[in-house]
């Protein structure tokens, strides 16, 4: 007896860093996941109980209201007059497809769930929000009975305000009946101003809070984060593991570019606003710090069904970030390219191409940005300085007009040092300021210019390059980016404008493109290139993956 717990306790001794090893590797990960599971689905369960009776009250308001809109429009139709802004919605995309189901068929339209929409910055009236608005019109029409939320921190702006701004802004009806705001309070936690320090990681911590505060409003159907909150999506999937969801990601929050261009020793080691700063110790920190939340930030957006991105550049940077963890989960639908509406039709429509219209056209190169460093217009402007100074017969009499919009007292010093740098380059004369343009004055410059410049490393799309070539512009643009791989590209194996990198180049691509001899052939090109950034397109591309997330909620039910 004694020898046989001798021989236990000895095998037992032996046995336990072995044991311990195992459950090390596999048991509390098991164990940590099941908790973690656990505490989510409750905490989901307790959310979906507090929302429901705001969820009844947006489901029986959307239903009074829509009556009351029909009610509307029948008595203004009977009186012989009609309702405009009805007959629009009507109208609006005659020519879209609605979508199809899987079969090819055509797809129900009775759908009548809540989509939530994750915009907390709604009203800003940036190319983002276009395709936010765009979405939820494309929504409205394909599933007339749905309701479309957005999460929002506008709360100094009613939905009446917010909807006539989208019309006058973007030229885009949203059906008011069917769509709901609600309203956030802790939108400060994802400001830079909140995070001096380790701004990315605050930022994203902080949208754990936004995400939470969302929930706590109403628990959807289908949630679609539009701004980039991989966290929240994260979140979103702890909390409600059925829920299907949806990213549009108009750039990575973290990139392998990002991290590469720390190193000074690397390709693009000198690109970008954190150029070659991963060096010394506090380099080395920066560096580690980055490839910790890069690695954070790819399991929380791995977890996402439906995921859409602006750009092949956006597209490739995504995949590599999540793709691997997206496979090890199952998640196999196909990361999309659906590329950001823009104003292909109006400018279509204002700007004509043809001779008549080369004949008004000006020795005048256009860069149209917001004055923020990543920009790069001190790039521009010494690209310009070098194109002057070459005296060739291109360079004479040209101009270099610089459009964007100076948002603080940060944007408003950053022009003051480069009207400076304008002076001592000795280009004065040849450079106009324009600030704060309005849309009318930014579709003037269009149809007089002869150039489009963009001087972004890795600009993520480029919808203002979209805009040069729908304007007839022949574009000089940085070699990277969308602005490269999906924008300024050859139609029928002859090219659209050029590319280049350093100052050097833009100032060759300037003569380049002011010297061609048929320059209106590159301007009809160029026009045929910018048709698939049309609304038409995005709405298309946008409904197809819409359709997968009903489906999967339909599945899920």
Same mark, same amino acid.
Request: hydrophobic residues 40%; charged residues 15%; negative net charge.
């Given at each position: 007896m004694a020898s046989s717990m001798l021989v236990f306790t000895a095998l037992a001794v032996v046995s336990t860093p072995f044991v311990a090893l195992v459950f090390w590797n596999y048991g509390l990960p098991l164990l940590f996941r099941i908790i973690s599971q656990t505490v989510g689905i409750t905490l989901g369960w307790y959310l979906r109980r507090k929302t429901d009776g705001r969820r009844a009250l947006i489901l029986r308001i959307t239903e009074d209201n829509e009556k009351i809109f029909q009610e509307k429009n029948s008595s203004q139709h009977s009186g012989g007059s009609s309702n405009n802004s009805l007959r629009d919605w009507e109208t609006i995309e005659g020519g879209v497809s609605v979508g199809t189901a899987q079969n090819g068929e055509k797809g129900e339209q009775d759908w009548d769930g809540i989509v939530a929409f994750f915009h907390p910055f709604c009203n800003a009236g940036g190319g983002g929000e276009r395709v936010l608005w765009a979405a939820i019109r494309a929504t409205q029409k394909r599933w007339p009975k749905a309701r479309?939320?957005?999460?929002?921190?506008?709360?100094?702006?009613?939905?009446?305000?917010?909807?006539?701004?989208?019309?006058?802004?973007?030229?885009?009806?949203?059906?008011?009946?069917?769509?709901?705001?609600?309203?956030?309070?802790?939108?400060?936690?994802?400001?830079?101003?909140?995070?001096?320090?380790?701004?990315? &990681? *605050?930022? #994203?911590?902080?949208?754990?809070?936004?995400?939470?505060?969302?929930?706590?409003?109403?628990? =959807?159907? /289908?949630?679609?984060?539009?701004?980039?909150?991989?966290?929240? &999506? *994260?979140? #979103?999937?702890?909390?409600?593991?059925?829920?299907?969801?949806?990213?549009?990601?108009?750039? =990575?929050? /973290?990139?392998?570019?990002?991290l590469d261009s720390l190193d000074p020793s690397t390709s693009v080691g000198g690109q970008g606003v954190n150029a070659g700063k991963g060096v010394g110790a506090k380099g080395m920190a920066k560096r580690n710090y980055w490839k910790a939340f890069a690695a954070i930030y790819s399991w929380m957006g791995a977890s996402v069904d439906a995921v859409m991105t602006n750009s092949t550049w956006t597209q490739g940077h995504i995949k590599k970030l999540w793709g691997p963890r997206r496979e090890a989960r199952k998640k196999d639908h196909p990361i999309a390219v659906v590329y950001p509406p823009c104003a292909v039709r109006e400018l279509e429509a204002q700007i004509p191409v043809d001779e008549a219209n080369e004949e008004r056209r000006e020795k005048v190169l256009v860069y149209i940005a917001q004055f923020r460093p990543e920009k790069n217009h001190t790039l521009i402007l010494n690209a310009f300085a070098e194109f002057v100074a070459s005296g060739g017969e291109a360079s004479k009499d040209a101009k270099l007009v610089l459009v964007g919009s100076v948002r603080d007292d940060a944007d408003s010093k950053r022009v003051y040092q480069l009207r400076l740098l304008v002076n001592e380059l000795h280009i004065k004369d040849q450079v106009i300021f324009q600030l704060n343009a309005s849309w009318p004055d930014i579709l003037q410059w269009l149809s007089k210019a002869y150039v489009g410049v963009n001087g972004m490393w890795n600009e993520h799309f480029g919808i203002g390059v979209v805009e040069y070539q729908a304007a007839g512009l022949i574009c000089v643009v940085h070699d990277s980016g969308g602005p490269k791989i999906d924008i300024v590209t050859e139609v029928d194996g002859e090219p659209t404008g050029f590319h280049a990198t350093t100052s050097t180049e833009f100032a060759e691509g300037f003569e380049k493109a002011l010297s061609l001899p048929d320059p209106l052939s590159v301007r009809r090109r160029a026009r045929i290139s910018a048709t698939r950034f049309t609304e038409e397109e995005f709405a298309r591309k946008w409904l197809a993956q819409m359709e997968y997330l009903v489906a999967l909620k339909k599945s899920n039910s």
């Open positions: 479309c939320v957005v999460y929002t921190g506008d709360h100094e702006v009613t939905k009446e305000k917010m909807l006539s701004r989208v019309e006058n802004t973007f030229s885009i009806h949203i059906h008011p009946p069917t769509i709901t705001f609600l309203y956030l309070s802790t939108r400060h936690w994802v400001l830079p101003s909140t995070w001096p320090h380790v701004t990315l &990681l *605050g930022q #994203s911590l902080g949208s754990l809070i936004l995400g939470w505060d969302a929930f706590s409003l109403l628990v =959807p159907d /289908i949630f679609i984060d539009t701004m980039g909150y991989a966290f929240v &999506l *994260g979140l #979103s999937k702890m909390l409600f593991p059925d829920m299907p969801t949806g990213a549009y990601v108009h750039y =990575p929050t /973290i990139s392998t570019d990002m």
